[in-house]
Every structure is written in C-alpha cells, then in structure tokens.
C-alpha cells in the first residue's frame, strides 16, 4: 500500500540525549514536512523539504536537524539543543502546489525522561 | 500570515448534518481554504478543499462565501467515526514553501 511511515510510534530519551525519528514515503511526492504538535495545540513546522539534498527551516527549528538524501525518506532528529523536545511530532508528505493535498504519518510520540 | 478562527468545539447528534465554521477574513486572494481532520493520536487526514468555489467530495462539503472571508465544512449525515478536531487551514501562497497554517481547530463530539 502506498502511504507515509513513522517508527517508531512512542520514543522515551534520556536528557542530553539526541534521538532520530525517521519517516519514509513510498509515495512519489517532491515535499516533505516535520511537524510538532503539544496537547490541545494545532501543528507547527519544524523543517520542510521540497526536493533532495535540500531543506528549509519552519518556525521552530531550534534544536532540530534533517537530511534529504533520498526522495523517500526524511529522518528529524531532536538534539539536546532542543529544550522541551516532549512532544508528538508528525511527518507529512504531498506534490508542490498550493492545491496539495498533504498525506501524514501516524505520528511518533517522544518522552524525555 | 493569513489566520483562521475556529469554535473551540461543537456537538451534534449522530446520523444529523453538521455545519462547522471557519473565519478567515485575511485571506488573499490566491490562498486556498484546506479542512483537515485528526483522531487521538493520529496524523491528520485530508477532508476537502477549495479555492472560491463550493465543493463536494465523499466525504464532506464546502461552502466558501462570496467574500472569501469565511467558510463551512458540511458533514451530511455525522457518524460516531466522524467525532476528530477539525482544522480549517489556508494555504498560503506567500511563502514559497506552501505551508498549512495551523490554528487549534474544532473539536466534534458526536452524540448517539
């Protein structure tokens, strides 16, 4: 089945600790999107890519890094930069256009403990 | 940025229709107006979009108003798996990354 993928679903990390969530799509599209979503809030852009080997940053990209080496995949890691990575963060993917329509994975949930 | 806003949540019965608002009087002229829906602890899944023109699809309806500055989604006939926040969201056209601008959306709570 085509779709996006998220893994792995619930992430625990220890403080001082970088971790990697990884998203990959088998869906052919050019865009790919890191979102963090905090309880009872609405989402908000941590990078977005709209081809390989090339990333921007969103609006909250401070302590967050990526890669685009491969159209498929996407992988976001929280460093320890991050000061409150707890969080539930949401990949998403779609074609380049304002019409597009954005298809998201089931999202990763990470713990710092 | 364009903004919308949103009730905080709404409650309808199952088997009604339900009409959920979105207010968006900032909207330019070329930004598109996307509804997105979300369950507990999932992504968020597509419903609809559209531009200055109503739309129908399988799953939804939506009413633009002439102006532009407002919108509704239309469920015609609301089922316990339609109880998810709905995020009405425009697309923006003046960053070039084309991001959904995201606000809080409305919460549905179906009631049998």
């Known amino acids: 089945d085509g779709g996006i993928t998220q893994s792995p679903k619930y992430l625990f990390r220890k403080e001082g600790q970088n971790v990697t969530l990884s998203c990959e799509q088998n869906l052919n599209h050019d865009a790919m999107y890191w979102y963090r979503q905090d309880p009872g809030q609405g989402l908000r852009l941590i990078y977005y890519?709209?081809?390989?080997?090339?990333?921007q940053k969103g609006d909250i990209a401070e302590g967050y890094s990526v890669s685009r080496e491969k159209k498929e995949s996407f992988p976001l890691t929280v460093t320890s930069a991050q000061k409150n990575p707890t969080a539930f963060y949401l990949c998403a993917s779609s074609i380049v256009g304002l019409n597009a329509e954005a298809f998201f994975g089931q999202g990763t949930r990470l713990t710092v403990v | 940025d364009a903004k919308t806003t949103q009730p905080n949540s709404m409650e309808s019965n199952e088997e009604e229709p339900v009409h959920l608002p979105c207010n968006h009087s900032?909207?330019?002229?070329?930004?598109?107006i996307h509804w997105y829906r979300q369950l507990p602890s999932q992504g968020p899944e597509y419903v609809i979009h559209?531009?200055?023109?109503?739309v129908n699809n399988r799953m939804a309806s939506l009413a633009i108003a002439e102006d532009r500055k407002s919108s509704t989604l239309i469920l015609h006939r609301a089922t316990l798996r339609d109880a998810a926040v709905y995020y009405c969201?425009?697309?923006?056209?003046?960053?070039?990354?084309?991001?959904?601008?995201w606000g809080a959306g409305t919460k549905l709570i179906i009631k049998p």
């Open positions: 559209g531009l200055t023109s109503n």
């Open positions: 900032t909207i330019s002229g070329t930004d598109y």
């Open positions: 890519s709209q081809i390989v080997n090339d990333f």
């Open positions: 969201i425009l697309r923006d056209v003046e960053h070039s990354n084309y991001q959904l601008i």
